[in-house]
């Protein structure tokens, strides 16, 4: 990771990048601010700096990118970078997690999210969402035996502690020895969102570096070059994301499942209308074979979008959030949904999300679902007296 490649922060890396160049680089640092604002970005920019073999290129203002140092760390395998994050095993027969099993899973999460993670995206990477991580006994006992070690190839071991909130009270005297007393050229970078979760012995012995929402000059610059955003919708995740480029991704990330799953809603229900048999049938077997998250997340987007219908059809519009696209199909597709109906597509909806919760036949599910869609469709309002 080159500096140069990192949202913004521009304070932060002259101040990082001044520290080599003056040989006063702190032994134990902490990096600390909100998700999205580049932490681990700049923490790794860091590491790679310090042991670049040819920042001369750049004028010592960033690593060369290219010597066999840089290299390795663009791929996360330096051997004298060693991470330390919050683990927990999906089988608790396995016995107590360290964070060197996961180091593919570790590296690919990064790698895939451009270097802006949040913890979230760790526990969907180890499918543990319903548990909770933590930083063992055993990843701080094995700090100690790595950095005991002589370095391989730079003049600094790096040890990158992610998220040290996580770390458990267990754990925390090993590691608070090791930082009072450091092996000899070892940098430890430590990342944090929440410094009051901090051990506070820890916190003390740490020098702070405070990361702040990427400014939003270079955050609609990144909009437009990494997302592929103009200029409007750019303008719109500055405004939305609150300078994390991280929360910039996820609102990215739904706008374009939202659009893709409103053009197959939209697609399904004039199936289910005209009723064409033979689309319904194809539809219904590629439904089938989308996984059960996925097929459950779409038929509970589809009930948001009746729920809208019947709200637009009784004339209660004060509270919707519609898209300018949307808005033609809404008027059109309104008055099929109304109060004689709503209840049985409800029921429906959700006994289809059940069933495939549970595994039962997913293409089987839909063409069942949407011959019930059709009918109810034609559905007559009664009209009062």
């Known amino acids: 990771m080159l500096f140069s490649e990192i949202i913004g922060q521009e304070d932060i890396k002259r101040k990082l990048i001044n520290t080599v160049a003056e040989n006063r680089v702190a032994h134990a640092q902490l990096f600390y601010g909100n998700t999205g604002h580049g932490k681990l970005a700049l923490a790794l920019a860091y590491a790679q700096f310090i042991s670049c073999r040819d920042s001369e290129k750049f004028n010592h203002q960033d690593s060369c990118g290219i010597c066999s140092s840089c290299i390795k760390f663009n791929k996360l395998i330096h051997p004298d970078l060693h991470f330390i994050f919050p683990v927990a095993q999906k089988d608790s027969k396995k016995g107590p997690a360290v964070s060197n099993d996961f180091l593919p899973q570790w ?66 005297p090993r590691l608070l020895k090791i930082l009072e007393e450091p092996p000899d050229k070892t940098v430890f970078l430590i990342i944090a969102e929440q410094t009051d979760m901090i051990i506070s012995t820890i916190l003390s012995r740490l020098h702070l570096v405070k990361i702040p929402k990427i400014a939003d000059e270079a955050f609609r610059l990144a909009c437009k070059q990494k997302l592929g955003l103009d200029d409007e919708k750019a303008d719109q995740l500055v405004r939305l994301s609150n300078g994390s480029f991280k929360q910039a991704m996820i609102i990215q990330h739904q706008t374009e499942t939202i659009e893709k799953d409103f053009g197959r809603f939209v697609e399904w229900m004039r199936m289910c209308y005209t009723p064409d048999v ?108």
């Not at 074979?289 to 004060?318: D, S, W």
């Not at 008055?335 to 999300?353: Q, S, V, W």
């Open 107 to 172: 590296r690919e999460m990064i790698l895939e999210n451009g270097y802006y993670i949040s913890l979230n995206d760790w526990y969907q990477k180890l499918d543990i969402e319903r548990k909770q991580a933590a930083i063992n006994t055993l990843d701080s006992s094995s700090i100690i035996k790595t950095l005991n070690y002589s370095s391989y190839e730079s003049e600094y071991k790096i040890m990158l502690i992610w998220m040290v909130e996580k770390l458990n009270y267990a754990a925390a």
């Open 278 to 385: 033979k689309a319904i049938m194809d539809f219904s077997t590629a439904q089938g074979k989308e996984n059960r998250q996925q097929a459950m997340r779409f038929l509970q987007f589809g009930m948001e979008i009746l729920r809208n219908c019947l709200m637009i059809h009784l004339g209660q519009t004060n509270l919707l959030r519609i898209l300018a696209p949307q808005q033609n199909f809404y008027k059109k597709f309104a008055p099929f949904i109304h109060t004689e109906n709503i209840t049985l597509f409800a029921e429906e909806f959700d006994k289809a999300i059940h069933d495939i919760d549970r595994n039962v036949n997913g293409g089987i599910i839909m063409l069942d679902l949407s011959l019930t869609v059709s009918r109810l469709l034609r559905m007559k309002e009664k009209v009062s007296a």
